[in-house]
C-alpha cells in the first residue's frame, strides 16, 4: 500500500469518527491527486479548501473537522502547520459564540500543551473528567461533548497526547506525568482526588502508566489502548501501519525505526505496574485491531483488580461502532462515578441519562 492510498484508507476512519458522512469524505478524497507541499491538489491543500467552503457557510464546527483531517496525521510541512492552525482557530471562534468553554494554557519545563475545559469552579468544584485521544487525535474534535459532559456533572478538560496538535511535549516513556502535572494545575477549580480518565489508544497507555502512581485517579475508560506487546513484541511490529510507525517517530523524535523501536521497549507496562492500578478499567476491544495485539488485553485480564471489556468486530478505534462506542463508555463512566457519589450527586440529567439495558460486559477472568 503507498502512501497515499493508506493515508485516505486511515482518514475515512477517522472521518467518520468525527461524524463526517462516508459520501462527505468521499467527495474531497476524490480530488486528492498527491501529497505534496504547496501543490492545490495535495493532500492537505485539498482538506483546508473543504474546510474554508464550510467556515464560509458558518460551520465552524464542520470546518475544524476538515482542517483536523488536512493536518492528518501530523503537522508535518507547510500546509498542514496552516490545517493545525486554522483547526485551533476555527474551533475557538465557534466557542467564543457560546458560554462556557474556556481555553487553558499549560507551561513545564519541557515544553507547553493547551486544553478546551467546561464545569471549572472554583467556589463549587466537581468531579474532574481528562479526556484525551490518541497519535494522531486533536482536542478540538471533541467538541460537541464538552456541554454533555458538563451536564452529568463532571468538570470536563480535553487535551492531547504529548506530540499532537498544540502539545510541544516530546512523546516518551515518562509522559504520564503530564496527567500528574494536570491534576496539580487544577486541583484548586476541581475535585481531582475523584478524576476520571477517558484517554482512548496511546493516551490509553498513558492512564495506565499515571493510575499505577497517582491515587487521585479514580477510574480509566479506554478504547484500544497498548499495554506491553505492542511496543516490545517483535513479532507483532511488521504488521503495524507505517503511517502509525511514522507517527510514533515524529512523536518520540526518533531519527530512524530502530531507535523508535528501542525507546518504545522503555514504554511497556509491567506486571508490577498493572497490578499497581487500583481502579476500575473499562476497555472497549476492536476484533480486528490491526494496531494492538490481542495479548495486551489478556495482559489486563491477568493483573488488573477491576476490568471490564466491550467487544466490536471492526479495527483500531472501532469507528463503525461509534454510537453504541460512546453509550458504552459514557454509561460505564456514570455507572462507576456514582457508585461512590453523596447522594446528593446520584440525579443524572434526563436529557442525558443512558438506558439501563444491560450491557455486553466480559469480566475480568472468563
Known sequence: MDHLEELTEFARLHARGQGMSPDRASAVLDRIGNDTCGDPASWAAVWTAAGKVAEARGDLLDACRHYALARFPYAADGDRVLAQHLCVESFDRWRQERQGIERLEFRTPDGTFAAWASGLDGRRPRPLLIVMGGIV????????????????????????????????LRYSPDSWRMLTYLLDSLAHRARVTETSLLALSFSGHMALRAAAEDRRIGRILTVGAPVADFFSDSDWWPRVPRITVDTLRRLTRTDDETELRTVLGEFALTPQQLRRVRVPVRYVVSSRDEIIPARDQALLRRDLADVRFKEFDDVHGSPAHLGAMRRWLFGSLLRLRLRGAPAEELTVPAATRTSPAPLDERPRHD
Do not use: D, M
Request: glycine share 10%; no cysteine; charged share 20%.
Open 137 to 168: 487525535s486533536v482536542k478540538e474534535q471533541w467538541a460537541p461533548l464538552l456541554p454533555l459532559l458538563r451536564k452529568l456533572g463532571f468538570a470536563v478538560v480535553v487535551t492531547e497526547l504529548p506530540g499532537v496538535g498544540e502539545n510541544t
